[in-house]
């Protein structure tokens, strides 16, 4: 095999190996974080449950399913839950969901602040106490920019923090310093450093590509050290002869 091959081959992976050692590093570490912490850890599951099982019965719903199914247009999904003491009523279209009360009928009025948090208390696996309950006209990135949602944050280790739904009390989802980690690393580990959600960035292909480049530059340079080794050896035994 021609040497300059060899040549060159060293000089692309020294270069490629200068370029690559911080994005290696950082797609090692982000794989070694993100197997070591269990998904349900990561979401959250042993922190705050998103749903409550509902106290009610269908007897308990004693307001006109007509009535209120005719307030939607086209309603698809009719479903019954509960916000605190309260039985709900939810009727849901493709285009969006209404809440009613499930006794008299009327639209669900949106829960106050202190209802908001006792719903978010009631939610919570953990002991802790709320530290701040805000509510948000646009969420920030961890709640997917989701509009009209309330933040509630507690003091234990984890900083838990409720999104729940300013129109229902619903619990939107639930975030944590594990999750906030994972999300870090997931970052670094697409090299999306804005959404986090392109997977197929150019950036991450870029990269990707070179690592290839990099990995071949190496097998080649292995090559030419186990052929050198082989004429040393070689080399050695004629001369013993």
Known sequence: MNKKIFK???????????????????????????????????????????TLNNPFTQADY?????????????????IFENFLTTPIITVINKDEQQSFN???????????????????????????????????????????????VWQVQFDDTF??????????????TVRSTLWRIFDFFWMLHIMDYDEREDFNNPLLISFAATSVLFCLSGILLLMQ??????????????KSK
């Open 102 to 148: 499930g006794i008299t009928g009327r639209p669900f009025e949106p829960p106050t602040k202190i209802q908001i948090t006792a719903n978010a208390k009631a939610h919570l696996l953990i002991d802790a106490q709320v530290t701040s309950a805000v509510l948000l006209k646009q969420g920030m990135r961890e709640v997917g920019y989701k509009t009209n």
């Open 8 to 50: 060159y081959a060293r000089k692309l992976h020294k270069w490629l190996g200068y370029l690559l050692t911080l994005q290696i590093l950082a797609w090692l570490l982000g794989g070694l974080v993100m197997s070591a912490i269990p998904l349900d850890k990561v979401h959250g599951e042993h922190l705050a449950t998103r």
């Open 62 to 78: 004693v307001a006109s399913l007509n009535d209120i199914a005719s307030q939607v247009v086209n309603p698809t999904q009719i």
């Open 159 to 172: 900083n838990t923090t409720l999104y729940l739904s300013e129109n229902n009390g619903r619990v939107v």
């Open 225 to 238: 050290n186990i052929r050198l080794k082989r004429f040393i050896r070689i080399k050695s035994k004629n």
